[in-house]
């Protein structure tokens, strides 16, 4: 499903660069990704969403160089195919839990937000528990909670990949084994490629591949 | 477009406190010069009604404004006053109806004005209920003296003593009260209307008591020679004119030379008004005699450089506000820099979260804009009484 081929990425006015020659992910694939802190873990799940370009090399999703793509085709394809879960959840304050998970069918007009995307919004939140809280502004909720719901929001346009960067960083241990087997058990369900970072190496056992790119970033 | 909305709505409902903050502030731009210039339109409006319909003022030699102000807004004034015999001059020109006019006193907070009745056909008042005077001590009240004091026909009202230090000077008089006028949004609905000798009564011009050569207490009287009566200060003098008493009020000296603030002279034509002010321009001349119209229009073009002034202070003190609105907006934005990258990394174009912040800013110009609406609709509508009771 993923095929990198010759990428070179660096930041302007920065040392950081990430060259990765040849890297391939299945689909429906769960693949870690590790390395130490600054060796751009985040950069690599930004330039597998999009978010940042490669100066060189190519990003292959589905056949598609995302790479060679404008910002608003890039941004079209992040919207349709590709789910997120953010670092630190991401959640918008002012929004109830409803809110936060219909976030991207309100700010994109390619979504539609109709009874259909709803129903399914209000399904997600019941499957993680937060059915009888929809209502509830997000900054009543534990940390648990608020990444419970970044994960219904980046589940609800059904995507063909999940990118999910330390979703379980700031969780205790119970709600890690709840977050990490969530996101397994939509992959598995769904047959969509998961790509996750982290730093909990006991969490590895679960993944079908550990991508390191201590070997990579420089 | 309905979803930014939304989103825009929670933004400022979770931010009730800053938004209510902008909002006030916007308001007051918007409102504070247009809510002035209503006021002073009015104001300007008013005055120069008042000092169109009045054609001639004669007066004595001193501040045209002051005699105008007292004349036609019944303000208390120190100026020198005329006789009655300044009356009788504009009379016998047979240019011009004069009306005396008599402001110096007041009564519970209200000028009492002497005049006579062709004062009422002159400003077109009419009478709401009761009658005329037509006695001594009668007087006729304003619309707004009978309806904050609650005063009808057969109330009384007394007039102020202008000192309590000065035990010979004017002394209270219980005047009835025999008609209220009809509301006429002018000064007259604030003033206590009598006529000439009964403000000259109660300046002690004038006065009653019982007839001396009946006296029933002999110890009142100071002395008696050749059939005049001289009283003591034990004399009680009469401070209600009834009908037992009223026959025996009198004056004391020449009528013709007693006090008048101002006389209001109507002349039949321009012609007339031409003339009569001709016979006001001789060197020894002790009158004043004025257009009440350029005197109020010079006032006001006075104030008009005052509110210029003040409107150039207010247009720097507006841009300030508009700048620190900007700086919060921009200090907000960088606060919410983090949601603002969450939404593009969302997918969200940027002129998806500009449209979003838009409507932010929009709601605020919107109900700003609401609330000023409010306040000028209730400007236009009370902007008359208030005036009436503030300013003239």
Not at chain 2, 172 to 184: Q, R
Not at chain 2, 226 to 236: E, M, P, S
């Amino acid at each position: 499903m993923i095929k990198i081929r010759e990428l070179y990425f660096e930041y302007p006015k920065s040392d950081f660069k990430l060259s990765i020659p040849e890297l391939d992910i299945k689909g429906g694939a769960k693949a870690a990704v590790i390395g130490p802190s600054g060796y751009g873990k985040t950069t690599f799940l930004n330039l597998l969403s999009g978010i940042n370009t490669p100066q060189e090399g190519k990003i292959e999703i589905d056949s598609r160089n995302i790479g060679s793509l404008s910002d608003s085709e890039r941004r079209s394809f992040r919207i349709s195919k590709i789910g997120f879960v953010f670092q630190n959840f991401e959640l918008v304050e002012y929004l109830t839990i409803l809110d936060n998970i219909l976030l991207p069918y309100r700010i994109n007009p390619l979504l539609k937000l109709t009874g259909d995307v709803s129903s399914r919004a209000v399904e997600l939140a019941e499957q993680m528990g937060l059915g009888d809280k929809l209502k509830r502004n997000v900054t009543k909720l534990s940390q648990g909670e608020m990444q419970r719901v970044a994960i219904c929001r980046a589940l609800l346009n059904e995507p063909k990949l999940l990118l999910a960067d330390e979703p379980t960083g700031n969780l205790d241990p119970k709600n890690k084994e709840i977050t990490i087997q969530a996101l397994f058990d939509y992959a598995e369900q769904n047959e969509s490629t998961l790509v996750t970072v982290t730093h909990d190496h006991g969490l590895l056992g679960g993944f079908d591949t550990v991508i390191d790119l201590a070997v990579y970033a420089n | 477009m309905t979803d930014s909305l939304y989103l825009a709505w929670q933004y400022i409902l979770n931010n009730k406190i800053k938004t209510a903050i902008m909002v006030i502030s916007v308001t007051v731009i918007i409102y504070l010069p247009l809510g002035l210039s209503i006021l002073v339109n009015q104001s300007e409006r008013q005055l120069l009604n008042r000092a169109l319909s009045t054609p001639v003022l004669i007066g004595s030699k001193g501040s045209s404004l002051d005699l105008v102000i007292n004349t036609l807004y019944f303000e208390p004034s120190e100026f020198d006053t005329l006789t009655m015999k300044s009356v009788e001059r504009v009379d016998e020109t047979g240019l011009a109806v004069p009306i005396p006019m008599h402001v110096r006193f007041k009564a519970r907070g209200y000028p009492i004005v002497g005049t006579g009745l062709e004062y009422f056909n002159f400003r077109g008042l009419e009478l709401e209920s009761g009658s005329n005077i037509a006695f001594l001590g009668d007087c006729v009240i304003g619309f707004l003296v009978s309806s904050k004091l609650d005063l009808n026909p057969g109330d009384t009202i007394i007039s102020s003593p202008e000192t309590m230090l000065d035990i010979s000077g004017v002394y209270p008089l219980k005047m009835n009260i025999v008609g209220v006028l009809k509301e006429s949004h002018s000064p007259d609905d604030k003033a206590i209307f009598t006529d000439m000798k009964t403000a000259w009564v109660i300046q002690g011009l004038g006065h009653g008591h019982e007839d001396l050569s009946k006296a029933a207490d002999k110890s009142v009287l100071l002395n008696v020679k050749d059939g005049n009566y001289t009283a003591n200060a034990k004399l009680y003098q009469y401070n209600t004119v009834s009908q037992e008493n009223v026959d025996e009020f009198h004056f004391h000296g020449d009528q013709s030379a007693f006090p008048v603030t101002a006389v209001i002279a109507v002349p039949s034509n321009e012609k007339n008004k031409t003339l009569l002010m001709g016979r006001y321009i001789s060197a020894g001349e002790t009158s004043q005699i004025v257009k009440p119209e350029k005197v109020i229009e010079k006032l006001l073009a006075n104030i008009f450089k005052i509110k210029g002034f003040l409107d150039s202070v207010f247009v720097i003190v507006a841009v300030s506000t508009l700048l620190l609105l900007g700086l919060v907006l921009m200090l907000s934005l960088r606060l919410r820099s983090r949601e603002v990258q969450t939404m593009y990394r969302l997918g969200s174009s940027r002129f998806k979260i500009a449209e979003l912040l838009g409507f932010e800013i929009g709601i605020i110009l919107v109900v700003s804009l609401f609330f000023s609406s409010i306040l000028l609709i209730a400007t236009m509508r009370y902007v008359s009484e208030f005036i009436k009771v503030f300013i003239v």
